[in-house]
């Protein structure tokens, strides 16, 4: 057997210090045990606590209770504190109960065994005091470990969750695993598209100065970061040239199929590879650490995508604005107002005023069916078709200008499971008569506007009624042919046309009377917030009536108003 192997195999076995103040005793022990285990040797307690200041933890200490200066009870007492997992026997020559005691509860001792001992007994007790010391320190090993990894990983975790940003917590990782795990330095590499980026979080041991530069860019380190980027596994290797011998160990930062970075960690001086425990805790904790990379990842990326779109339903919003007239010719036979608020950046309400060039003005006001881009789509096509209808050269009447939009947006609307609900109206300065049609819309009101602000002047009771236009139509998009037919009224000066969207008569009454009421505002409720109005028509005095008790807009709302002057 070569001295290497005997010294190898003298260092596995265990540890047991002997404590006698009679040589002979010493030197019987010492014979008895020496093939077995690793014995030290002591003639007094104070020299036994030397050596246990020198050597460390036993596995087992057998010490003579009647000694000078201090006695083996005293001595076990004081090796407690220190050293709690280590097996205690006491010999004595003496039987009183009151020093056993003692020796038992202060001391912690296993055993106790009266001289002169019987040799097979001593060493069957020994043997499992062996066994007991082996079980006591692999329960006490897994605990410290258990709580060490607990330890870390809260460490890790709490740093993580410090930082949202994904940058932010590639650096806490470097820093909190260099710091926690003893590291001289300590480098993350960022993976980026399946490669190796340029991008290092680093971390260096403020009381070592590690030469940075020397340890990413020597070969070595490279050869080892690049194994462990393309085997998704744990590299380790010692390098021993030059003046610092170095460990460096190679973790990948990955989760399912995703590689976010390699960790590298050097310590220097090391005379063998990083111990397995250390390496199965890091790779336990990289592992959670890969897991919230993975959701900050997704994170910024969501975060990204909800930028990009939020600008491009921005760029919508604005389209869709412009898509619907900003203005429109004064027109000297009538008064027009138009308001239209989506419920989000785009949405599906439209309204349309339109001078036809013999003299007819036509207005108009739809809600396509959902919300959003799929509804602001549909309501881009439904203006151009309408817009075609309208610039007709003779004036058709709404029930066919609604009848020619359906024919022209069956297809599309009946495939993507949608429908158009409009209200379309035509006035005429010379007959000073009113067309309209609906196709499933809320109901036009009509009113003398003149006589309500009269009575009202004069604290008069309100007789004035809303002309419900109820004209019934199915909405545009259930059949492929639409059928219904026009209504006519006459309008005088005075007289108010009023189109809204269900956004408006859906809306939470604010006159219900309780705070927590779902009561919808209704066409009722809408007459009753224009009696209230004082003056003339204000379409956005009349909106924020409607919003008053709404703090969320559910739906678009869209009101149009034509005044007859």
């Known amino acids: 057997m070569s001295q290497g192997e005997r010294r190898e195999r003298r260092s596995k076995k265990a540890k047991l210090m002997v404590v006698d103040d009679e040589r002979d005793n010493l030197d019987l022990l010492y014979r008895t045990f020496r093939r077995d285990f690793q014995v030290y040797r002591a003639e007094s307690a104070k020299a036994a606590l030397e050596i246990l200041d020198q050597e460390g933890e036993m596995a087992i200490i057998i010490s003579d209770q009647r000694m000078p200066e201090m006695n083996g009870t005293e001595f076990l007492g004081k090796s407690v504190?220190?050293?709690?997992?280590?097996?205690?026997?006491l010999l004595t020559g003496y039987t009183d109960v009151e020093d056993l005691v003692e020796a038992i509860n202060a001391g912690k001792v296993f055993k106790y065994i009266v001289k002169?001992?019987?040799?097979?007994?001593?060493?069957?007790?020994?043997?499992?005091?062996s066994d007991t010391y082996q079980v006591i320190k692999q329960s006490t090993n897994n605990l410290r470990r258990s709580l060490r990894r607990e330890s870390i990983q809260n460490t890790v975790m709490t740093a993580l969750r410090d930082k949202l940003d994904y940058n932010s917590m590639l650096q806490n990782i470097s820093e909190t695993v260099g710091k926690n795990f003893e590291a001289d330095f300590c480098c993350l590499q960022s993976v980026e598209e399946n490669k190796l980026t340029e991008h290092r979080f680093t971390y260096c041991n403020p009381s070592e100065a590690a030469d940075e530069a020397n340890l990413l860019n020597a070969p070595d380190s490279q050869a080892l970061i690049q194994a462990a980027f393309e085997s998704h596994q744990t590299q380790s290797q010692r390098y021993a040239e030059g003046d610092r011998p170095y460990l460096h160990l190679a973790v990948p930062l990955s989760y399912q199929e995703s590689l976010f970075g390699i960790l590298s960690l050097y310590q220097y001086d090391t005379d063998g590879l990083w111990p397995d425990e250390d390496v199965q805790l890091l790779e336990s904790i990289i592992e959670q650490a890969s897991l919230a990379?993975?959701?900050?990842?997704?994170?910024?990326?969501?975060?990204?995508?909800?930028?990009?779109?939020?600008?491009?339903?921005?760029?919508?919003?604005?389209?869709?604005?412009?898509?619907?007239?900003?203005s429109w010719p004064e027109i000297d036979a009538v008064d027009v107002q138009a308001y239209c608020y989506p419920a989000r950046e785009v949405g599906g309400d439209f309204f349309e005023v339109y001078v036809h060039p013999q003299g007819d003005i036509w207005v108009a006001v739809g809600d396509v069916s959902g919300k959003g881009v799929p509804a602001a789509l549909f309501m881009a096509s439904a203006i151009s078709v309408l817009r075609r209808e309208l610039s007709q050269d003779t004036s058709q009447e709404p029930n066919e200008v609604i009848r020619n939009l359906n024919s022209s947006l069956i297809d599309d609307l009946t495939s993507n499971n949608s429908f158009i609900t409009m209200a379309v109206a035509r006035y005429r300065p010379s007959t000073q008569e009113l067309a309209y049609a609906s196709a499933g819309h809320v109901y036009p009101l009509v009113w003398s506007h003149k006589k309500l602000m009269e009575q009202l002047a004069a604290n008069?009771?309100?007789?004035v009624e809303p002309n419900i236009l109820k004209v019934r139509g199915i909405p545009v998009g259930i059949l492929p042919v639409w059928k219904a037919q026009s209504g006519q009224v006459k309008m005088e000066p005075g007289d108010v046309l009023l189109l809204t969207s269900d956004g408006i008569t859906e809306a939470k009454d604010p006159g219900a009377g309780q705070p927590d009421s779902e009561a919808m505002l209704n066409q009722e409720g809408l007459w009753r917030l224009l009696i209230e109005q004082p003056g003339k028509l204000n379409l956005t005095q009349l909106l924020d009536s409607v919003r008053a008790d709404n703090a969320i807009q559910e739906d678009d709302q869209t009101l149009l108003s034509l005044e007859v002057l």
């Open 116 to 129: 002169p001992w019987n040799p097979t007994e001593l060493k069957a007790l020994i043997e499992q005091a």
């Open 460 to 463: 008069e009771p309100v007789t």
């Open 293 to 326: 990379l993975s959701q900050a990842k997704l994170y910024e990326r969501a975060t990204q995508l909800a930028n990009q779109l939020q600008s491009e339903l921005e760029v919508a919003r604005q389209f869709q604005a412009n898509l619907l007239r900003q």
């Open 81 to 89: 504190e220190k050293y709690p997992d280590t097996i205690r026997i």
